[in-house]
């Protein structure tokens, strides 16, 4: 919308007040500039001592799942120490059938499935590369499940440098 003025002083009088306005913020940081800590999954897990914040993760693969019709997910210690093993295995190839693994953890369950990935240095990251492949979305969408566990290890001498584990179970 363009406003049209017969005269000048309506245009004077809006631009002195926007000056004013700008004045008020003068030495002072921009509204739009993030202040405090990086969010948890925008962080880089390329480092020592790097580990996925398991509830940034639920709660962003819960909302997704939210936003698709489905219920959210709870953590669950048996499925995050089975994740935990699979990530610092650094071995994208299962380590045996999942079933066995979560049996081997103490977990009982009749419907479990996993996404495991490498190269993706933040959850946001890792989220999107899941979102955008069918196989991994599905899982991650699989109306069965409504536990999780997730986790990270990072391998600086390898390749891919940070390896991933989210493991899903009713």
Known sequence: MRLMFSSPRPRVAILLAFGALAGCNAGQEPATRATGPEPPMYRSLAAAGARVDPVT????????????????????????????????????????????????????????????????????????????????????????????????????GAKYKVYWALVLAD
């Open 57 to 156: 993760a639920r709660d962003m693969i819960s909302l997704y799942r939210r936003n698709s019709g489905l219920g959210a997910l709870t953590l669950d210690d048996g499925l995050q120490r089975v994740a935990e093993t699979q990530a610092q295995s650094g071995d994208l190839a299962a380590r045996g059938e999942l079933g066995d693994r979560l049996a081997g953890a103490g977990v009982q369950t009749p419907a479990a499935v996993e996404n495991v990935s490498a190269g993706y240095h933040t959850l946001a990251e890792a989220f999107s590369g899941w979102r955008d492949s069918a196989p991994h979305n599905a899982r991650m969408l699989d109306q069965r499940v409504k536990r999780m566990g997730i986790a990270t290890a990072f391998a600086p």
